[in-house]
C-alpha cells in the first residue's frame, strides 16, 4: 500500500494528538535509561566493594581497625545486593525499553501505511490504539510477572 504525502499527514497529526501514549512512551524510555544506569552503578559498586574485600586481609596487620573495615564492606555489599533483589532496577528496566521501542515502531508502521494497517483512516486509527493498548498490556504482564517472588511463582530455588 502506497499513501500520498496527505495521508501520511493525516496519519502523523493523529498520531501526535494521542498524547497519553506519547507520554507513556517517553516515560517508558526515561525510566528504562534510568534503571539501567541504577542498575550499572549498583552492580559496578559491589564489584568494587568486593574486591576490596578480597584484598584488605592481605595487607592488614592483626588490629581490629582492619578486620572492622572488612566487616562494614561486607554489610555494604550486602545492603546494595538487598537494595538490588528488592528494586529489581536490573530486572525491569529491558521491559520497559522494549515498550518504549515497540511503541515507536508500530507509530512509524502506522504512520506509513505499512503492510497490515488498512488504508481506511478510521480502521487504521482503531488498529493502531488495539496495538498500542496491547503494547502497554504486554509490558504490565511482564512487570508483575517479574514482581512475584520466588514462593509465589513455586521455584524454590535461588535465582
Given at each position: 500500500?502506497?499513501?500520498?504525502?496527505?495521508?501520511?499527514?493525516?496519519?502523523?497529526?493523529?498520531?501526535?494528538?494521542?498524547?497519553?501514549?506519547?507520554?507513556?512512551?517517553a516515560?517508558?524510555?526515561?525510566?528504562?535509561d534510568?534503571?539501567k544506569?541504577?542498575?550499572?552503578?549498583?552492580?559496578?559498586?559491589?564489584?568494587?566493594?568486593?574486591?576490596?574485600v578480597?584484598?584488605?586481609?592481605?595487607?592488614?596487620?592483626?588490629?581490629?581497625?582492619?578486620w572492622?573495615?572488612?566487616?562494614?564492606?561486607?554489610?555494604?555489599?550486602?545492603?546494595?545486593?538487598?537494595?538490588q533483589?528488592?528494586?529489581?532496577?536490573?530486572?525491569?528496566?529491558p521491559t520497559?525499553?522494549q515498550?518504549?521501542?515497540?511503541?515507536r515502531?508500530?507509530?512509524?508502521?502506522?504512520?506509513?501505511?505499512?503492510?497490515?494497517?488498512?488504508?481506511?483512516?478510521?480502521?487504521?486509527?482503531?488498529?493502531?490504539?488495539?496495538?498500542?493498548?496491547?503494547?502497554?498490556?504486554?509490558?504490565?504482564?511482564?512487570?508483575?510477572?517479574?514482581?512475584?517472588?520466588?514462593?509465589?511463582?513455586?521455584?524454590?530455588?535461588?535465582?
Amino acid at each position: 500500500m502506497s499513501l500520498t504525502a496527505e495521508q501520511i499527514g493525516a496519519r502523523e497529526s493523529y498520531a501526535g494528538t494521542l498524547t497519553r501514549y506519547a507520554e507513556q512512551q517517553a516515560w517508558y524510555s526515561t525510566r528504562a535509561d534510568q534503571l539501567k544506569k541504577r542498575a550499572q552503578w549498583t552492580d559496578l559498586a559491589v564489584i568494587g566493594l568486593g574486591a576490596l574485600v578480597a584484598a584488605l586481609p592481605g595487607t592488614m596487620s592483626a588490629s581490629g581497625v582492619g578486620w572492622f573495615l572488612v566487616s562494614a564492606l561486607g554489610v555494604a555489599i550486602a545492603i546494595l545486593q538487598g537494595g538490588q533483589r528488592v528494586f529489581r532496577s536490573g530486572e525491569i528496566w529491558p521491559t520497559y525499553r522494549q515498550a518504549a521501542e515497540a511503541m515507536r515502531r508500530e507509530h512509524r508502521l502506522f504512520v506509513y501505511g505499512a503492510p497490515g494497517y488498512p488504508e481506511d483512516f478510521e480502521l487504521a486509527c482503531a488498529m493502531y490504539l488495539q496495538r498500542l493498548d496491547s503494547i502497554l498490556s504486554t509490558e504490565q504482564n511482564d512487570y508483575f510477572a517479574k514482581l512475584k517472588t520466588p514462593t509465589e511463582t513455586g521455584n524454590q530455588t535461588a535465582e
